[in-house]
């Protein structure tokens, strides 16, 4: 029992056999670079590769302060609902708040719409969970939350105890999604919190007409056929390889729950896109965007990134993704199509109730 309990207190308490025998000077010492980023995946569960976030819980005056600090934080509390029953209500008492979701379909411009959006809720009425694991959560935590954002796809619907859900998306060019998720993955270091990830490995060491080419790349739910994945199938779905007739009816799935959707965007009309949402939620005028984890400006925020030179859509390359868009191609289409006619309601309605 007491080896066992050893090695724990190695991982988030410093590294080697003497650990144990120094944690109680370490407590009262200020927390290291790898405290910090061993604090956030033993505590809070996820990664940290923000440096200025690791840097300022460096600057914490100990090791046992950056612990209190992790544990009483919002995002603790968060994960950890459970844990504070008192705080959380019987869901069946929030079924009728305003809640919205937004479908973050990756690479098409979202965390800068994420950031405008959740200006319109309370800090502790956003769900903090950004990946498709909402399922794990209970009704009763899911039930504190009024804004969803992340990279679910259409079944996260399903586990939020409302009546009424409103729902958000963004697309984007398909193929131009694909170079932009290239050149993202290309752009991160093989190390640290990255290492274990062989998308980014491949991405860092072929180009993109190869890397697209690779079966991990060709059976990553985020490269092959997203749309289709996201909005007509679930990303679970993906996983056990649906066959051809299940793809056709998780097409027209999609363009259904396209229709279905409160609003949405086009990440090419960008603020067309953003003033329209606002409209239909009956919001005052969209604030001013920032654009966030843009390729280009990753080395500037984190050294660890690397500059990454554009990507020209090649013959060769569009013949290797033909097929990762084929579904994606039709999805998007519909959708830009669908856009121009709400934009086209809308405008005829604001002419009639004008005087």
Same mark, same amino acid.
């Given at each position: 029992?007491?080896?066992?309990?050893?090695?724990?207190?190695?991982?988030?308490?410093?590294?080697?056999?003497?650990?144990?025998?120094?944690?109680?000077?370490?407590?009262?010492?200020?927390?290291?670079?790898?405290?910090?980023?061993?604090?956030? &995946?033993?505590?809070?569960?996820?990664?940290?590769? /923000? #440096?200025? +976030?690791?840097?300022?819980?460096? $600057? !914490?005056?100990?090791?046992?302060?950056?612990?209190?600090?992790?544990?009483?934080?919002?995002?603790?509390?968060?994960?950890?609902?459970?844990?504070?029953?008192?705080?959380?209500?019987?869901?069946?008492?929030?079924?009728?708040?305003?809640?919205?979701?937004?479908?973050?379909?990756?690479?098409?411009?979202?965390?800068?719409?994420?950031?405008?959006?959740?200006?319109?809720?309370?800090?502790?009425?956003?769900?903090?969970?950004?990946?498709?694991?909402?399922?794990?959560?209970?009704?009763?935590?899911?039930?504190?939350?009024?804004?969803?954002?992340?990279?679910?796809?259409?079944?996260?619907?399903?586990?939020?105890?409302?009546?009424?859900?409103?729902?958000?998306?963004?697309?984007?060019?398909?193929?131009?999604?694909?170079?932009?998720?290239? &050149?993202?993955?290309?752009?991160?270091?093989?190390? /640290? #919190?990255? +290492?274990?990830?062989?998308?980014? $490995? !491949?991405?860092?060491?072929?180009?993109?007409?190869?890397?697209?080419?690779?079966?991990?790349?060709?059976?990553?739910?985020?490269?092959?056929?997203?749309?289709?994945?996201?909005?007509?199938?679930?990303?679970?779905?993906?996983?056990?390889?649906?066959?051809?007739?299940?793809?056709?009816?998780?097409?027209?799935?999609?363009?259904?729950?396209?229709?279905?959707?409160?609003?949405?965007?086009?990440?090419?009309?960008?603020?067309?896109?953003?003033?329209?949402?606002?409209?239909?939620?009956?919001?005052?005028?969209?604030?001013?965007?920032?654009?966030?984890?843009?390729?280009?400006?990753?080395?500037?925020?984190?050294?660890?990134?690397?500059?990454?030179?554009?990507?020209?859509?090649?013959?060769?390359?569009?013949?290797?993704?033909?097929?990762?868009?084929?579904?994606?191609?039709?999805?998007?289409?519909?959708?830009?199509?669908?856009?121009?006619?709400?934009?086209?309601?809308?405008?005829?309605?604001?002419?009639?109730?004008?005087?």
């Amino acid at each position: 029992m007491w080896k066992s309990i050893r090695p724990v207190i190695g991982i988030f308490g410093g590294t080697g056999s003497d650990s144990f025998e120094r944690s109680p000077l370490k407590f009262l010492e200020s927390p290291t670079r790898e405290d910090v980023l061993n604090g956030f &995946r033993l505590i809070l569960g996820r990664d940290l590769s /923000d #440096e200025n +976030a690791i840097n300022e819980h460096m $600057r !914490l005056g100990s090791f046992d302060q950056l612990r209190r600090v992790l544990l009483g934080s919002e995002e603790f509390k968060g994960r950890y609902r459970a844990m504070f029953p008192e705080e959380y209500p019987h869901p069946s008492l929030s079924m009728r708040r305003d809640t919205l979701v937004f479908i973050h379909l990756q690479k098409t411009g979202g965390s800068s719409l994420r950031t405008m959006l959740e200006k319109q809720f309370p800090p502790d009425r956003r769900c903090p969970i950004r990946d498709d694991k909402l399922h794990l959560l209970t009704a009763a935590e899911l039930g504190h939350y009024d804004f969803y954002s992340g990279h679910f796809d259409r079944s996260c619907l399903c586990v939020i105890p409302r009546n009424t859900i409103k729902t958000l998306t963004l697309l984007r060019e398909p193929r131009a999604r694909l170079i932009s998720l290239y &050149r993202f993955l290309r752009s991160h270091p093989t190390r /640290d #919190e990255f +290492a274990s990830d062989p998308v980014i $490995r !491949l991405a860092n060491e072929l180009r993109a007409e190869r890397f697209f080419a690779t079966r991990e790349a060709r059976t990553h739910y985020a490269i092959s056929n997203h749309y289709l994945t996201a909005l007509g199938g679930s990303y679970a779905w993906f996983g056990r390889s649906p066959a051809k007739e299940e793809l056709s009816a998780a097409l027209e799935e999609a363009k259904r729950q396209i229709h279905a959707l409160t609003a949405f965007g086009i990440t090419e009309r960008f603020a067309e896109s953003a003033t329209y949402i606002w409209r239909t939620l009956n919001w005052p005028s969209p604030p001013g965007m920032e654009s966030l984890y843009v390729t280009d400006k990753l080395s500037k925020q984190d050294a660890r990134f690397q500059r990454v030179p554009p990507v020209s859509m090649t013959s060769e390359l569009a013949a290797v993704i033909a097929d990762l868009v084929a579904y994606d191609d039709e999805i998007y289409r519909f959708a830009v199509s669908e856009f121009e006619r709400r934009l086209s309601v809308l405008s005829d309605t604001r002419e009639a109730a004008s005087p």
